[in-house]
């Protein structure tokens, strides 16, 4: 009668196979301590082949040792060379990470474009804050071509501009001159990358 893998004990550490868990399990039964000790050491440089390229890995050879303690469940009595790691903290799950929740008026401007606007709005008049302006209304108006294509406008970004700056910076469209927008295949160009992809395929096709 064929046996499948569901039918078979549930394995603690699968990455290293049946075979290897029928070794430590082996071991479990061998009553004399020293055969013991030399069974889990050639138990341990098995293991270490199967992974050659973690072996420059500073605590790979404690993470051995740590999963050999787990394969056996913590029951195998030798000699380890590190203090084994607790079962409840090698499992413990890490806590989980304060996200920073910034408030941000215009979201397809992002918070580290808002954070140079508001740098704009304290900076003396001179070239350093000219050459600053230029390059956020350059890129006020990329970030609306990219994620808000239909309200992407010329007087739009700056307005937008004025509002951040509290009117102290006030572009005229007459002298100012915004780069050209890129064309990217993400968020608001996603329909366009679709059509250049039907296009491309097409070519291919024919």
């Known amino acids: 009668m064929m046996e499948y893998n569901t039918q078979r004990k549930k394995l603690p550490m699968p990455e290293y196979g049946r075979g290897i868990q029928n070794m430590v399990d082996y071991a479990l039964t061998l ?89 704009i709005k304290d900076m003396e008049d001179g070239p350093k804050r000219d050459a600053l302006v230029r390059l956020v209304a350059n890129q006020m108006k990329q970030s609306l071509y990219t994620w808000n294509r239909d309200a992407m406008d010329d007087e739009k970004v700056v307005a937008d501009l004025a509002y951040y700056t509290g009117g102290k910076v006030l572009l005229d469209l007459k002298t100012f001159r915004f780069a050209s927008v890129q064309n990217r295949s993400f968020g608001g160009n996603q329909h366009s990358a679709s059509r250049q992809m039907r296009r491309n395929n097409r070519r291919r096709n024919n």
């Not at 195998?76 to 996200?99: F, S």
Request: hydrophobic share 35%; net charge positive.
């Open 31 to 119: 009553t004399d301590r020293a055969e013991r000790q030399r069974c889990a050491n050639t138990i341990i440089s098995i293991m270490g082949n199967m992974f050659p390229h973690l072996r420059d890995v500073s605590d790979f050879g404690h993470k051995l040792w740590d999963h050999l303690a787990v394969m056996s469940n913590y029951q195998l009595d030798i000699d380890y060379p590190y203090e084994i790691t607790p079962a409840e903290k090698l499992h413990a799950r890490p806590k989980p990470m304060a996200y920073p929740m910034k408030r941000i008026r215009y979201r397809h401007y992002g918070y580290m474009l808002e954070t140079f606007l508001h740098r």
